[in-house]
């Protein structure tokens, strides 16, 4: 089974309109998609942080209370200047978005604004094709929280990977490759074992760094993105 795809939703500060996102995280998660759902009132830097720490593949916000063209704006700049410009960005608002604001917030780098009406499944969909092709190479990690959470996907992909070859080993139990079976399941148990505890060291690495954190990473530096 390949690793899910994970994108992290919010709501903007000063918004507290969260029965959309609500149902939509419902939904997504029905069908397979990981959301790491920050709630509302969350401020930009909140957003990005945790988008980071979390490797999501996109965020999808939700805006009812306005400012909307600056807010999206603003999470996009941010991305782009720790260094995680592979991070998507979509969203939606009702009645209040309109047309011709996702015409400037598609021009300021959002991928799509959805409007009232859309379905369930369209938005299911849309995160599906757009956000669930492998990754491409990564560049250098800008910060520890960065590196960090490269490593706990690389590691999450190579572990979900070896679970194919164990069920592959399984197959071979019914007689298709008996000759290599010992083998396989020897390798198969071992990497899955590697694979546990590679996770847990890098989760105790990253909860030791969430509650005592030494540095703020430098992108996360400036006090205007709260
Ligand atoms: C329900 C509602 C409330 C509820 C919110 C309950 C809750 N917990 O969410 C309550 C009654 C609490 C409320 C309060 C307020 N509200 Co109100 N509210 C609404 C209302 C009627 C519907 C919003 C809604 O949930 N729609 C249901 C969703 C499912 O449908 P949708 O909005 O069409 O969304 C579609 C897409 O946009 C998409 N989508 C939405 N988000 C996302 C996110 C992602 C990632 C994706 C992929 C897609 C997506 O999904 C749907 C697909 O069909 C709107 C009016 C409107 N028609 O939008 C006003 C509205 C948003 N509220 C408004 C206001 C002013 C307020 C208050 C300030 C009123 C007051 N003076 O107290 C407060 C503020 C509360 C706060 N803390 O922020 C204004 C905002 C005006 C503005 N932007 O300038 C609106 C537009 C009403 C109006 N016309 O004046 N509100």
Redesign the pocket.
Known sequence: MPSPIRIL?AVPI????????N??NLEFIRHGIEVVYLGYHRSVGDIVRAAIQEDVRAI???????GHIEFFAEVIALLRKCGANDIKV????????THDDAVAMKRKGVDNI???????AE?TD?VRKHYGRPRGKRSRSRSSDQDLAHKLTATEDAYSKGKRRTSNSDKSRAGVQRSTFNAQSRSGGFQAAVGDLEIALLCFLLSARTRFPRQRANCMDTAAHG
């Open positions: 939703t000063c918004d507290g309109h969260d029965s959309a996102i149902t939509i999808g916000i939700s805006s009812y209370n306005g979509f969203g939606g608002g009702g009645g209040t978005i959805f409007f009232a009406g859309t379905s369930l938005m849309y």
